[in-house]
C-alpha cells in the first residue's frame, strides 16, 4: 500500500490544522449550479465527518456486536479517499490535455439528474458493497492523524475544482465499478467521494445511537450490544 501519511499529511502550506469547521459552506452560486452543488455536498460531507473528532472516546471506540467502531470508520472513509483521489488527480490531468485547445466545455442540460443518480451511494445499506482489503482499517493510523489526513483531502478536493472552472472536467471520464455505475467524469468522481463519506456519516450516526441506547439499558460502561436486529444493519 503506498505510504499515506507521505501522500498526503502536509499540503502547500504546510501542516493543515485540525479544527472542527474548518471549512466554511457559504459559496456564491453560480449560473447553472452543477459545480456548486458539488462543492456543497463535499464540503458538507467533509464538515459532518470531521466533528466526530470532536466525540467523547468512548464513543468513537464503541463496536457492535458486528462491524467497526466509529474511529475505524473514519480510518476507512481516510483510505477511501486516498485511493479515490489518484483516480481524481490522475483523470484531472487528462482532462485538461484533453481540453487544451478545445471550445469550453458545457454541462449537459440533464447533468443535475446523473448527480441525483450518485445520491444512492450516500445511502447507508442501500446495496451490498464488495470494499477492496486495502480500505480495511487497520488501526494504523492515531485520531489526530486521521483527521489531518482527513482535512487534507478536503483540501486537495476544492484544488482540484478550482484547477477545472470551466467544465474541463467533462473531457474524461473514468469507469466505476460500484453499483455498475459505469463512466464518470472528474466532477461526478469528486461527487461520489462525497457521497461515499454521507453514506458513513449515517453509519456512524447509527453507532452514536447504539451506544447511547446500550448504556440506558446496561448499568455500568455499555462493552457490547446483543441485539442482533440493531446491528445488523452497520456492517458496510
Not at 442501500?126 to 483531502?153: I, N
Amino acid at each position: 500500500m503506498p505510504d499515506v501519511r507521505s501522500c498526503v499529511l502536509l499540503n502547500n502550506n504546510g501542516p493543515v490544522s485540525a479544527r472542527p469547521g474548518f471549512f466554511m459552506t457559504k459559496t456564491k452560486n453560480r449560473e447553472g449550479g452543477n459545480m456548486e452543488k458539488i462543492k456543497q455536498e463535499l464540503i458538507m460531507a467533509f464538515n459532518s465527518t470531521d466533528s466526530w473528532f470532536n466525540k467523547p472516546a468512548e464513543i468513537t471506540t464503541y463496536k457492535p456486536a458486528t462491524g467497526w467502531s466509529i474511529r475505524q470508520v473514519l480510518e476507512h472513509v481516510v483510505l477511501t479517499n486516498h485511493y479515490l483521489l489518484l483516480l481524481i488527480v490522475k483523470g484531472k490531468k487528462l482532462a485538461l490535455k484533453k481540453s487544451a485547445g478545445a471550445e469550453a466545455a458545457v454541462f449537459p442540460k440533464d447533468y443535475d439528474t446523473t448527480l441525483e443518480k450518485l445520491k444512492v451511494i450516500g445511502e447507508h445499506g442501500s446495496f451490498e458493497w464488495m470494499r477492496p482489503a486495502h480500505m480495511e482499517p487497520a488501526g494504523t493510523f492515531a485520531p489526530m492523524e486521521v483527521r489531518l489526513l482527513l482535512q487534507y483531502q478536503m483540501a486537495k478536493c476544492l484544488a482540484i475544482l478550482r484547477d477545472l472552472p470551466h467544465g474541463e472536467g467533462l473531457f474524461h471520464t473514468t469507469t466505476m465499478s460500484v453499483n455498475a455505475l459505469g463512466k464518470l467524469d472528474v466532477y461526478q468522481y469528486i461527487y461520489f467521494l462525497a457521497m461515499h463519506m454521507k453514506r458513513h456519516n449515517t453509519q456512524m450516526e447509527r453507532l452514536e445511537s447504539l451506544y447511547f441506547e446500550g448504556l440506558a439499558n446496561i448499568p455500568g460502561k455499555i462493552t457490547s450490544v446483543s441485539n442482533s436486529s440493531l446491528s445488523s444493519d452497520i456492517i458496510t
